[in-house]
């Protein structure tokens, strides 16, 4: 078997050589996507910022090897195999495009885009040059969410019936908190949901395999000035929290809560899932148990490789009793990702499809929002 992959455009990469990646932003998430490329043995060769300067001074915050002027110059670079983008929402289907008419692999945050149109064309514009292009809906690669995903497959649950979940932060709980995602131009037309509420409802469809088919929603947007904001132009349009009610394919009901200003709550997603036969429930803030519910003996499952099925062990990096998070789901999203590059085909890999999924959803729970009334979730 030959040591080489090709490329999309036809360059090939020797397969032993590590992949040359390439990151666009750099805040937090481009901090996060570079440890996850580096536990992935993969070489971080250049990153672009929102300026010459930034992009140097990230280039040696995060240990890559140069900082480029533009994504143009760092596109032009035939080190670069593979482009993590980082960068405040509005700018991505831009950059996505360039990246892929450039003929490299691509990570893009989600959303992928800021509208249906932009994302479904990013998904045909990769499936038409044979990319791997992936979203990261990282809480899919916490073992325990495996977990509850292959026994609701095995049938254990019986009938779905109900759904209940929430994703509550307080990093946005005073008016004095302020970030760029409050800004709908530069966040889009929502902000809560969009951005985390989204990773809930990922995960709901990936765990149950069952697609929300009609929601309605009620949001708020509590503080209508964020930060030193005093004129009319910087009035706070996105939404703080917002409460849906979803129907399924199966015909499960469901309710779920978002809130950026939920006092205590750091990263706290939570999802229930009541099936006919057991419950399971998951907690993102004590990601190593479930929840498993029956009429009598219900149980806490640990995260112990030796108890679970084989694709939640195999994201288990170390022992039982030595705890896992965050990072290290996004450490195995990566993995997966660059497996795929290689030509595997890694089972519930969230790829671009999965973040145009995610914008019609986002879509219709707005228009309920906006409307007061049921919307239907476009198919797809």
Not at 281 to 304: H, K, M, N, Y
Not at 360 to 372: E, K, N, Q
Request: net charge negative; with cysteine.
């Amino acid at each position: 078997m030959s040591s080489e992959v090709p490329a999309a455009d036809g360059r090939r990469a020797d397969a032993r050589t590590p992949l040359g990646v390439g990151i666009v932003g750099g805040g937090f998430m481009a901090a996060v996507h570079s440890r996850a490329a580096r536990a992935s043995r993969a070489r971080l060769a250049g990153i672009v910022a929102s300026s010459p300067e930034r992009s140097r001074q990230a280039a040696d915050e995060l240990g890559v090897e140069r900082g480029f002027d533009s994504l143009d110059a760092m596109l032009a670079d035939d080190a670069i195999d593979v482009v993590h983008v980082c960068t405040p929402n509005a700018l991505h289907a831009e950059q996505a495009e360039a990246i892929i008419a450039s003929g490299r692999h691509i990570v893009c945050e989600k959303p992928l885009a800021t509208n249906v149109t932009d994302a479904a064309r990013l998904v045909a514009a990769a499936a038409s040059a044979s990319l791997t292009a992936t979203v990261p809906f990282v809480y899919r690669f916490h073992p325990l969410v495996r977990e509850a995903r292959a026994r609701v497959r095995a049938g254990e649950f019986g009938r779905l019936l109900t759904i209940h979940g929430s994703y509550l932060q307080d990093w946005l709980l005073s008016a004095s908190d302020d970030n760029w995602r409050v800004d709908a131009e530069r966040g889009g037309r929502s902000r809560a949901f969009a951005d985390i509420g989204s990773h809930l409802v990922d995960l709901t469809e990936f765990v149950t395999g069952d697609r929300v088919t009609r929601v309605a929603a009620t949001r708020r947007t509590f503080f209508d000035e964020r930060g030193a904001a005093t004129d009319a132009s910087r009035r706070v349009t996105t939404e703080d929290a917002i409460a849906i009610t979803l129907e399924t394919a199966g015909g499960a009901l469901g309710t779920l809560l978002v809130s950026q200003v939920a006092a205590g709550r750091k990263n706290r997603l939570h999802l229930e899932i009541g099936g006919a036969e057991e419950s399971i429930a998951f907690d993102g803030e004590q990601p190593e148990t479930i929840w498993l519910g029956r009429r009598a003996g219900s149980q806490v499952i640990p995260r112990d490789a030796d108890q679970l099925h084989p694709d939640a062990a195999r994201l288990c990096r170390v022992p039982a009793g030595h705890p896992q998070g965050y990072q290290d789901a996004f450490n195995g999203f990566v993995a997966d990702t660059y497996d795929a590059i290689g030509g595997a085909a890694p089972d519930g890999l969230p790829r671009f499809e999965d973040g145009l999924r995610a914008a019609r959803i986002t879509d219709a729970v707005m228009d309920a929002a906006d409307a007061g009334q049921w919307v239907t979730v476009e198919a797809g």
